[in-house]
């Protein structure tokens, strides 16, 4: 099982980072004009938007090794939740490449969102 890596700091992120949790609902409206929701999915979804900036050449190459060994969003892989330091073992990322921004020495960003999916 793959792991996202972690960088030099001990952390997988850079703060800030955006994590928010999603569930799909479904809505059956009456004919009285009353309304009943229920949850289609059998719990919410994690979603992280993780920003990374100011990256050394070696933390940039352990991100691109795991990107390529997780064939992009093909591979499942645990992601340590920063927040609450819960592995969550289904994660993928929701991109198929990466964008990476070089602004000088050591001075390396890019940012990447990864899914928690179903078992």
């Given at each position: 099982?793959?792991?996202?890596?972690?960088?030099k700091t001990?952390s997988?992120?850079?703060?800030?980072?955006?994590?928010?949790?999603?569930?799909?609902?479904?809505?059956l409206?009456?004919l009285?004009g009353d309304?009943?929701?229920y949850?289609?999915?059998?719990?919410?979804l994690?979603?992280?938007v993780?920003?990374?900036d100011?990256?050394d050449?070696?933390?940039?190459?352990n991100?691109?090794?795991?990107?390529?060994?997780a064939?992009?969003?093909?591979e499942?892989?645990?992601?340590?939740d920063?927040?609450?330091g819960?592995?969550?073992?289904?994660?993928f990322?929701?991109?198929?490449?990466?964008?990476?921004?070089?602004?000088?020495?050591?001075?390396?960003?890019?940012?990447m969102?990864?899914?928690?999916?179903?078992a």
């Amino acid at each position: 099982m793959l792991t996202f890596p972690i960088l030099k700091t001990g952390s997988a992120v850079q703060y800030p980072f955006k994590a928010t949790q999603t569930g799909a609902t479904d809505v059956l409206q009456f004919l009285a004009g009353d309304e009943q929701r229920y949850l289609t999915t059998p719990g919410p979804l994690r979603t992280w938007v993780i920003r990374l900036d100011l990256l050394d050449e070696a933390e940039l190459g352990n991100i691109e090794a795991f990107f390529i060994a997780a064939s992009g969003s093909f591979e499942t892989f645990a992601f340590i939740d920063p927040a609450s330091g819960v592995a969550y073992p289904n994660c993928f990322i929701s991109q198929d490449a990466l964008q990476e921004k070089f602004t000088g020495e050591l001075n390396t960003g890019m940012t990447m969102v990864i899914q928690e999916g179903r078992a």
